[in-house]
Each structure stands twice: as structure tokens, then as C-alpha cells.
């Protein structure tokens, strides 16, 4: 069955250092792979997007890597701050015709002061 | 950046009646509208998506009596939950690419409804 999975546990980090959030699939093949950011009782925010032929993509303090062979994506912050704290959402893009977005169930980050 | 605004942001109803929810893109014009359903702690489950001027395509489980989608302008969709239920209580977000229907494009988020029934 096709299944998209990210960690349920929360992550809970020290100010300062790198998070890094898991995005796991099977039985799909995304031409693209998304991530957002959602704050409680908010619509998720886009932050980045990486293409299947590219390995890694970086904004600022943050950096995707997408490798289609583990299907897996990685997000890190790095430098981490309490405002980063939120859930984070991946979404597998390109997976068929009808453009819609399948997403995660997404990952908490708590960055401690 | 693209706009999508949702209203209301919370509404309460009793069970039985029937609850509007609106999504305007304000600053694009969106042919394709997303509408996703939040539980808490969960994912992001897609209900429908909504093109203007034609039917709206449903996902597999969704009835499409109980949740009515019309799409009337390039910049409105709005989603019905007819006859509600205290099961469908939930966080319902709409949401638009600003480059239509394409891939490699963010989605732009409205900042959902908290429907209550009661």
C-alpha cells in the first residue's frame, strides 16, 4: 500500500542546535517533495521544495535532501530557535495527474530555550 | 506573497443544519482549489478538489452529498457540510497554487475553519 510517514514523536532539541525531520515512502514516485510549516490552529506554511533529480536544497538556516532511491527526504534546521518550533509537514508533489499534494502527518519540533 | 483567506475561523452549529465555509484567493486567480480535513496530531487528508466553472473531483470515502463544493469564480470555492454532525467536527483548510494547475509550485494555505457540532 502506499504509505508516507514521518515521526509522531516530537523532537525536542537545545537552542542552537541542528534538527533534522524524517520523511519516509513507499509505493509512490514524487516528481517533487514539499515542505511546510504548520502552527496550531493555523494552514500550513510553504517553506521548500526540492525536484527528484536534485539532491539537496538550502534557504537560509534550512536544508532539504531528497534521495529517490531510499525514497526518503531529510529537513534540517540548523542553528535551531525557540520560534522554530512547530510541526512540520512533508508532501509528495508530481505523484500523478490531478496535482494534488499528499501529505505526512507531519513532526513536531520543540527548541528549547 | 500569495493570499488565501478563509472565513469563518470558527464557527458552532447544531446538528442537523448546514455550514458554509468560503476560500477567496485574493491576490491570484486560482482555477484549482484544494480543500483538506485536519484531526488533531493527524495528517492532512484531501476531500476534494475544486475547478472553477466545473464539478469538483472527489476522493475515494468522501460523500459528496454531505460536503458540497461550488466553484463559481476564479477566486471563490466554498465548501458546504450539509446536514452536520458532531463527527464532522474538525479543521477544514482550503488551499490554492498560485501557478494553477501545476506541479512545482507551492500550495497557499487559507487559515482554516474549526467547525463544532454540537
Known amino acids: 500500500s502506499q504509505k508516507i510517514e514521518q515521526n509522531s514523536e516530537a523532537l525536542n532539541i537545545q537552542e542552537g542546535k541542528t534538527a533534522t525531520l524524517t520523511c519516509n515512502y513507499t509505493?509512490?514516485?514524487?516528481?517533487?517533495l514539499q515542505w511546510y510549516r504548520q502552527d496550531p490552529g493555523r494552514g500550513p506554511v510553504f517553506l521548500l521544495l526540492?525536484?527528484?533529480?536534485?539532491k539537496e536544497k538550502r534557504k537560509e538556516r534550512l536544508k532539504v535532501t531528497f534521495d529517490t532511491t531510499l525514497k526518503q527526504s531529510l529537513f534540517h534546521i540548523t542553528a535551531s530557535q525557540p520560534a522554530d518550533s512547530a510541526t512540520y509537514l512533508c508532501?509528495?508533489?508530481?505523484?500523478?495527474?490531478?496535482?494534488?499534494?499528499?501529505f505526512g502527518s507531519g513532526t513536531r519540533l520543540l527548541v528549547r530555550p | 506573497g500569495a493570499v488565501v483567506s478563509q472565513h469563518p475561523s470558527r464557527v458552532i452549529c447544531k446538528s442537523g443544519t448546514s455550514v458554509k465555509i468560503e476560500c477567496r484567493s485574493l491576490?491570484?486567480?486560482?482555477?484549482?482549489m484544494f480543500w483538506y480535513r485536519q484531526f488533531p496530531k493527524k495528517s492532512l487528508m484531501l476531500m476534494a478538489t475544486?475547478?472553477?466553472?466545473?464539478?469538483?473531483?472527489?476522493e475515494q470515502g468522501v460523500e459528496k452529498d454531505k460536503f458540497l463544493i461550488n466553484h463559481a469564480s476564479l477566486t471563490l470555492s466554498t465548501l458546504t457540510v450539509t446536514s452536520a454532525h458532531p463527527e464532522d467536527s474538525s479543521f477544514y483548510i482550503c488551499?490554492?497554487?498560485?501557478?494553477?494547475?501545476?506541479?512545482?509550485?507551492?500550495?497557499?494555505f487559507g487559515n482554516g475553519t474549526r467547525l463544532t457540532v454540537t
Open positions: 488551499s490554492a497554487r498560485r501557478d494553477g494547475s501545476s506541479y512545482n509550485s507551492p500550495l497557499h
Open positions: 509505493n509512490y514516485s514524487p516528481a517533487y
Open positions: 526540492i525536484r527528484e533529480n536534485e
Open positions: 508532501a509528495l508533489d508530481g505523484v500523478d495527474s490531478s496535482y494534488k499534494l499528499i
Open positions: 491576490d491570484f486567480q486560482a482555477t484549482t
Open positions: 475544486s475547478n472553477e466553472g466545473s464539478k469538483a473531483t472527489y
